[in-house]
């Protein structure tokens, strides 16, 4: 089974500061790699999708990178609102099982 | 407008049954796999299967196989997860959500269910 490992597990920023978390598979996923921000008590919202695709209605700030085992989400320029948890996600192509890593909470410094 | 709205909290004893439930609405139910996620109090997120409603195929990850039962029901849009006989660890909060295929062959969690907590007493 894929295993994601994100790093790091909390990350405090500033608001206005770039910020960039890294999930790595177990084994080459290509791009089939989602990123989701949950904030406390609420559902997680999906953001990036394909590695690289950004979510409609997501702010443009928001970016991710990557292939095979090494993927990034960037945040360009922190806004108090940006302060939650983000996972990242493997689905597979067919049966969409998925794969979440554990999470990385982002904190105000 | 797609909506997914999951049953309410439910309060529970170890040994008991429970079905919770996640209404789909403003697109086509039967045309989407529906996702399962678990979230325990303090931890991040578990993949537990999914279900296509159209076949009720289910399909469960490892650690939830045998542990847990999807289920849909077509005429009423809505999807299932039950237990026979919960346990104390089974406290979490349970989410639903569908799962989109785009054009270039990606899945993702496009919609999520506002989460139902269980909470399970020994």
């Known amino acids: 089974d894929i295993q994601l490992t994100q790093s790091p597990s909390f990350l405090s920023a500033s608001v206005g500061d770039r910020v960039t978390i890294t999930c790595r598979a177990s084994q080459d996923i290509s791009n089939y790699l989602a990123w989701y921000q949950q904030k406390s008590g609420k559902a997680p919202k999906l953001l990036i999708y394909a590695a690289s695709s950004l979510q409609r209605g997501v702010p443009s700030r928001f970016s991710g990178s990557g292939s095979g085992r090494e993927f990034t989400l960037t945040i360009s320029s922190l806004q108090p609102e940006d302060f939650a948890t983000y996972y990242c996600?493997?689905?597979?192509?067919?049966?969409?099982?998925?794969?979440f890593g554990q999470g990385t909470k982002l904190e105000i410094k | 407008e797609v909506q997914l709205v999951q049953s309410g909290a439910e309060v529970k004893k170890s040994g008991e049954s429970l079905k919770i439930s996640c209404k789909a609405s403003?697109?086509?139910?039967?045309?989407?796999?529906i996702a399962w996620v678990r979230q325990m109090p303090g931890k991040g997120l578990e993949s537990m299967g999914i279900i296509y409603p159209s076949d009720s195929d289910a399909r469960y990850s490892p650690s939830f196989q045998g542990q847990v039962t999807f289920s849909a029901d077509e005429s009423i849009n809505t999807a299932y997860l039950q237990w026979s006989s919960l346990k104390a660890s089974d406290t979490a909060t349970y989410y639903c959500?569908?799962?989109?295929?785009?054009?270039?062959?990606?899945?993702?969690?496009?919609?999520w269910g506002q989460g139902t907590l269980v909470t399970v007493s020994s």
């Open positions: 959500a569908r799962l989109f295929y785009d054009s270039s062959g990606h899945y993702m969690c496009d919609y």
């Open positions: 403003g697109y086509s139910f039967t045309n989407y796999w």
């Open positions: 996600q493997h689905l597979e192509t067919y049966p969409p099982k998925s794969t």
